[in-house]
T-cell receptor
Framework: ELKVEQNPLFLSMQEGKNYTIYCNYS?????LYWYRQDPGKSLESLFV?????AVKQEGRLMASLDTKARLSTLHITAAVHDLSATYFC????????????FGQGTTLQVKP | NAGVMQNPRHLVRRRGQEARLRCSPM?????VYWYRQLPEEGLKFMVY????????ESGMPKERFSAEFPKEGPSILRIQQVVRGDSAAYFC???????????FGQGTRLTVV
């Protein structure tokens, strides 16, 4: 059974700093998703990583996937307050139905 | 092309009442997934449906919960005799097939009082 774990679960950082959120998953998966969720809102798709070594960047966020290590990272560069949100990673399970298994989420708080 | 539409956005029910949550998928999408998000937690899969069929309901509680996706109309998640522990945000997502990324609706926030 696929398990997805994120760390840290909570991250408080100063504006301008860099940090990385880690997402480990327990069994083979051919893709990995990153989402952002603001309080009381839905999930906004950030990245879909489809292959080993995939790297995608959007603004101050960069995501990567290492399928051999079963690890994805979300790197934040020079954080700004607007990035404060909860970030989830998710992977499809082996049933091939498209259902996603989510990590617990990482709540990011960027202080001015 | 409107996104995935869920209604109501907020629903308050007293213990013992029934809750009906609706999800209209994006145009052309015939696959619907329901997820539940308890406070301060990640999303947990509940059920996967295609038109008129339940494909995977492995995440549904055994009692009081049911889901359908009729040939016409929205998908419905029904919770009978709600209890306080059912208070959560319920999200649906739709996709055109099981290997394309699904898009999420805005969610229905159910509060049981």
């Amino acid at each position: 059974e696929l398990k997805v774990e994120q760390n840290p679960l909570f991250l408080s950082m100063q504006e301008g700093k860099n940090y990385t959120i880690y997402c480990n998953y327990s069994t083979t998966s051919d893709r990995l998703y990153w989402y952002r969720q603001d309080p009381g809102k839905s999930l906004e798709s950030l990245f879909v990583l489809l292959s080993n070594g995939a790297v995608k960047q959007e603004g101050r966020l960069m995501a990567s996937l290492d399928t051999k290590a079963r690890l994805s990272t979300l790197h934040i560069t020079a954080a700004v307050h607007d990035l404060s949100a909860t970030y989830f990673c998710a992977a499809p399970d082996s049933s091939n139905t498209g259902k996603l298994i989510f990590g617990q989420g990482t709540t990011l708080q960027v202080k001015p | 092309n409107a996104g995935v539409m869920q209604n109501p956005r907020h629903l308050v029910r007293r213990r013992g009442q029934e809750a009906r949550l609706r999800c209209s998928p994006m145009k052309g999408h015939s696959h619907v997934y329901w997820y539940r998000q308890l406070p301060e937690e990640g999303l947990k899969f509940m059920v996967y449906l295609q038109k008129e069929n339940i494909i995977d309901e492995s995440g549904m509680p055994k009692e009081r919960f049911s889901a359908e996706f009729p040939k016409e109309g929205p998908s419905i998640l029904r919770i009978q005799q709600v209890v306080r522990g059912d208070s959560a945000a319920y999200f649906c997502a739709s996709s055109p097939d099981h290997f394309t990324e699904a898009f999420f609706g805005q969610g229905t926030r159910l509060t049981v009082v």
